[in-house]
């Protein structure tokens, strides 16, 4: 895991602009509003060679003074277990406040290292006043303006200096199967099932997997790992501030895996909070496979599976090369058929097609559907190329790549899929001119 650096403070001290200045990018909302932060915002950033993850604890907080202080002092906390270093920041023109030296007396209890940034000292007689803000007891301040940048460089420095050195992690052999989807739809037991070993807590309260949890398996002859993650939930229901962190995590190991496979309840269905998960794994290029628990609770008919595959296709008309497989963790029902679609998936992820099979494929299509033309002139696919595998990557140079209509792009995604297969596999396919 990277470092995490967290900027904590009371509200409308510029968490948010220091946030943004410091992660590159308007990620943040920025208003001048007390509480505009009503979710927690992270990303990853890089500093003197280092890299780590910055976390904005916002929040929304009521303007009432005593749910404010609560407030603050619950997200302070929540940073103090979590983070490896803490930026607190204060405002100069407003000088210090009785909230100020709340969150002090907090940072006080902990060994934590905290770097305190004086925001808002865009000029001198502001950076002379923020010497006021020795007065909570700490050894060294910065001084900065997180509008223009101002004095930043230095608080960076003070910053990645108190970081833990982070050893790269070993590249493993082993492929990653993370385990994703709404907390409660069995994930836990999916991995206790496949295990036979109770090392993730199993309840039916949901979130109680807050970090992830890696485990190494043995299946066909292949050592694989599994890995349990923290159930995403809506922002809507993030109650606990935790509940961020371990977003967070789950958002990385999707990162890291090679194959994610996305657990729906079958009884409540596939909801928008499943599709937004899979759209965030199939973003990264992860092999993909959707897995439909507690399909013995699911009453049936004949045709019951076939239908249910089919209107789930309907609803993802465009991420149909997903196998879907019906399983139930707690009878153990085709729990292996997931992992035997994981290698599948994971043997797909590395298929290489050579350039002659390539270009023989897209002269047939382009015999059986030309190229429009582009004003008065043919477009032309010259040839193509694999360039990468795991995931794959594939180039086709042409005239005009530009004006190359997004349903014949469509069309040559589709053709691929029905000759080479790339089962629960995103394309990435690349336009270049030449």
């Not at 404010?68 to 103090?80: D, L, N, P």
């Not at 004086?118 to 950076?127: E, G, L």
Request: proline letters at 4%; a neutral charge.
């Amino acid at each position: 895991m990277l470092p995490v650096v967290s900027i904590v403070g009371r509200p409308n001290v510029g968490k948010s602009t220091l946030f943004n200045r410091i992660v590159g990018e308007r990620q943040a909302i920025v208003d001048d509003k007390p509480g505009v932060t009503r979710d927690r915002h992270y990303g990853e950033s890089n500093w003197n060679g280092k890299d780590f993850t910055v976390i904005d604890t916002g929040g929304y907080l009521s303007s009432d003074s005593e749910v404010m202080s609560k407030g603050v002092r619950e997200q302070v906390e929540i940073a103090i277990s979590q983070s490896d270093v803490i930026i607190f920041v204060v405002d100069v023109t407003q000088g210090l406040t009785d909230l100020d030296d709340d969150v002090t007396k907090l940072l006080r209890r902990q060994k934590k290292p905290v770097i305190l940034a004086v925001n808002k000292a865009d000029n001198q007689d502001r950076i002379w006043s923020a010497q006021e803000f020795y007065r909570l007891g700490f050894n060294e301040l910065y001084p900065v303006s997180s509008t223009s940048g101002t004095g930043t460089g230095d608080l960076m420095d003070a910053v990645v200096e108190h970081l833990p050195d982070t050893e790269p992690e070993e590249e493993t052999k082993e492929p990653k199967i993370a385990f994703i989807g709404r907390p409660n739809v069995g994930k836990s037991s999916l991995l206790n099932a496949l295990l036979n070993d109770e090392r993730s807590i199993v309840t039916d309260i949901p979130g109680t997997t807050r970090d992830a949890i890696n485990s190494k398996l043995t299946y066909a002859e292949r050592d694989i790992i599994l890995v349990d993650t923290a159930g995403m939930r809506r922002k809507t229901k993030v109650k606990e501030n935790i509940e961020f962190y371990s977003s967070i995590r789950t958002s990385k190991s999707i990162r890291e895996c090679d194959v994610a496979v996305l657990l729906v309840d079958a009884v409540q269905g596939l909801e928008k909070q499943d599709i937004k998960i899979l759209k965030e794994a199939e973003k990264y290029n992860k092999g993909l496979i959707l897995a439909l628990n507690k399909w013995d609770l699911v009453e049936k008919e004949t045709n019951t599976e076939r239908d249910y595959r089919n209107f789930i296709y309907e609803m993802l008309p465009e991420m149909n090369y997903i196998p879907i497989v019906t399983i139930s963790a707690l009878t153990r029902q085709r729990i292996n058929k997931v992992l035997d679609l994981c290698l599948e998936v994971i043997e797909e992820r590395n298929k290489k097609i050579t350039t002659h099979e390539l270009n023989e494929f897209l002269e047939k299509i382009l015999k059986e559907r030309p190229l429009p033309m582009s004003g008065r002139r043919q477009l032309n696919i010259k040839y193509g190329t694999q360039v990468k595998v795991n995931p794959p990557v594939f180039i086709y140079f042409m005239n005009k790549p530009r004006e190359l209509p997004a349903n014949y792009r469509r069309y040559i995604h589709n053709k691929m899929r029905q000759t080479f297969g790339f089962k629960g596999v995103p394309l990435t396919l690349t336009f270049r001119e030449n």
